[in-house]
Nanobody, 124 residues
């Protein structure tokens, strides 16, 4: 089992920045991919970004490319999501996820473990 705990959400103005953190504990050696998803009220959960833990290769949704950066700290077993140039449409609950398998990163069903989520609200 892998436990994921997110932090760093909050209220920010449009154009501002926030950094989310996701600390992993447990059998973390089995999770080869870490990802971030988000879910706005009344909408389905959508892919934001993912990172292959060993290689550092990253993937982004088109809606956040160039504004968000996913990164990982192996020593701390923590993945980060740096969010710049925030827009009101970025408002959502952001979830950290981990997968034991490569591939299918855009699909939430690929991931084996999930955090509890952290709220990000961007005001206009």
């Amino acid at each position: 089992q892998v436990q994921l705990v997110e932090s760093g959400g909050g209220l920010e103005q449009a154009g501002g920045s926030l950094r989310l953190s996701c600390a992993a504990t447990g059998r973390t050696f089995s999770s080869v991919v870490r990802g971030w998803f988000r879910q706005a009220p009344g909408k389905e959960r959508e892919f934001v970004a993912a990172i292959e833990w060993r290689s550092g290769i990253t993937y982004y949704a088109d809606s956040v490319k160039g504004r968000f950066t996913i990164s990982g700290d192996n020593a701390k077993n923590t993945v980060y999501l740096q969010m710049n140039s925030l827009k009101p449409e970025d408002t959502a609950v952001y979830y950290c996820a981990a997968s034991n398998y490569y591939g299918g990163y855009l699909n939430a069903r690929t991931y084996d473990y999930w955090g509890q989520g952290t709220q990000v609200t961007v005001s206009s």
